[in-house]
């Protein structure tokens, strides 16, 4: 060894000085990114409380994790954890600061087991029924014609997203797919999600088709639980499944919009009524031609009726005109002494009239009027002015004088 070298030993652990608070919030800190999925068997004790449940999953090595999840997790599940039950459980771990204990921070729970999955079926069944889920009054439409199409399956399934585009006709469909998990613990939040996404940035879509292949049990379960029949039933796009094959039922199904046996069944089902538009076009447009014919001849038809009686009414109108004015003019040279003295006594009524009115009358009984030089007559020596001239005209001649007084 060298003189100059030095030898220095690296700290293994900071000298910071926690509290047990802190040091515990510090190790959670890094167990909780720590998620995992553990299988095993519950144990014989079981602690029930309002709001959260603790339970032991044992496994044949007799290991124990002591569990702990929110009364809602089991909730969902339909139905009440037993001991001897085998599940499969989604969390992280977690140090209570309370005691002390590490517990698993249960987030999701899956049953395991043909029979006891038949039983949580039929119990959610009962439960979603009663509260309306799958009533079809609630039932969204499907468009005759969907145009854009949101397609949620897994891109690595059993042939579910290749058997629908491969059976989806050429009818200019536009289709955004979305990947997913179709079975396992963490599919159920991945499919809601994407059902979720779909509704919230994507409210325009036509339909939203949910498939995957087909599966036992254990494989369905996702398509089976309380959250996705409520995620279903809550969306705004109306939803078709074509979930497993022709003999299986899920939750999804009973609560989707329009439910189809498989993938290739859901693709049919959206070609059906283009396929029948694109048949029927061309005898549609030959019976149009046809209909059109028949319509144009139909009121060509009428328009001829309606022109020869139009013609015929104005021919009769005007002979009727003819033979009325005949009359008249009868009349009018058989009653012509009466009219003549009629009429002039009509002439002479008038006459009186206005020779009554007339201002010569007037004036021949001794009124004069009185005008200012332009002629406007004046009635009122409010309008007059000292040494203004004024006419005054009399029955026979008139007279110009100037004034020298007003009296108001």
Avoid at 221 to 227: A, G, L, R, Y
Avoid at 278 to 295: D, F, M, Q, W
């Amino acid at each position: 060894m060298k003189i100059d070298q030095t030898l220095k030993a690296e700290s293994k652990i900071e000298e910071r000085v926690f509290t047990v608070s802190e040091f515990l919030d510090f190790i959670n800190e890094i167990l909780r990114p720590c998620r995992a999925i553990v299988q095993g068997e519950i144990g014989e004790k079981i602690n029930n409380y309002p709001r959260f449940t603790f339970f032991r999953l044992l496994d044949e090595n007799n290991s124990i994790l002591e569990c702990f999840t929110w009364k809602e997790r089991i909730e969902s599940l339909g139905m009440e954890l037993e001991p001897g039950m085998e599940i499969r459980v989604i969390g992280y771990p977690e140090v209570r600061r309370d005691k002390g204990e590490l517990k698993f921070q249960v987030e999701r729970i899956e049953l395991i087991g043909e029979g006891v999955l038949k039983k949580q079926f039929e119990i959610l069944k009962k439960k979603l029924a009663a509260l309306d889920y799958f009533d079809p009054k609630f039932k969204k439409p499907i468009p005759r014609f969907c145009e854009n199409i949101g397609l949620i399956t897994s891109k690595y399934g059993k042939g579910a997203k290749k058997d629908f585009s491969t059976h989806l006709g050429k009818f200019g469909f536009q289709i955004l797919f979305y990947d997913v998990r179709v079975e396992g613990l963490l599919a159920l939040p991945e499919i809601i999600e994407a059902i979720n996404q779909f509704n919230q940035n994507f409210p325009k879509m036509d339909v939203l088709v949910l498939t995957r292949g087909g599966g036992d049990w254990e494989s369905l379960q996702p398509f089976n639980s309380e959250e996705l029949v409520k995620t279903i039933f809550s969306s705004k796009i109306p939803i078709i499944t074509g979930i497993g094959h022709e003999d299986d039922e899920t939750l999804a199904d009973l609560a989707a919009d329009f439910r189809t046996s498989t993938p290739t069944h859901a693709a049919k089902i959206l070609n059906e009524n283009w396929k029948s538009a694109s048949t029927n076009i061309y005898s549609l447009e030959r019976g149009l031609n046809s209909s059109a014919n028949r319509i144009f001849k139909n009121i060509k038809e009428k328009i001829d009726l309606i022109k020869e009686n139009l013609n015929s009414k104005i021919t009769e109108k005007i002979k009727r005109q003819k033979l009325d004015t005949d009359q008249f003019l009868q009349d009018l040279i058989k009653n012509k002494d009466w009219w003549k003295e009629k009429i002039g006594k009509l002439l002479r009524q008038e006459e009186e009239k206005l020779n009554l009115s007339s201002p010569q009358l007037k004036l021949k009984q001794g009124y004069t009027i009185t005008s200012d030089e332009s002629g406007k007559i004046i009635k009122e020596p409010a309008k007059l002015k000292v040494f203004q001239t004024i006419l005054t005209k009399f029955y026979k001649g008139q007279v110009s004088s100037k004034i020298n007084k007003i009296k108001k």
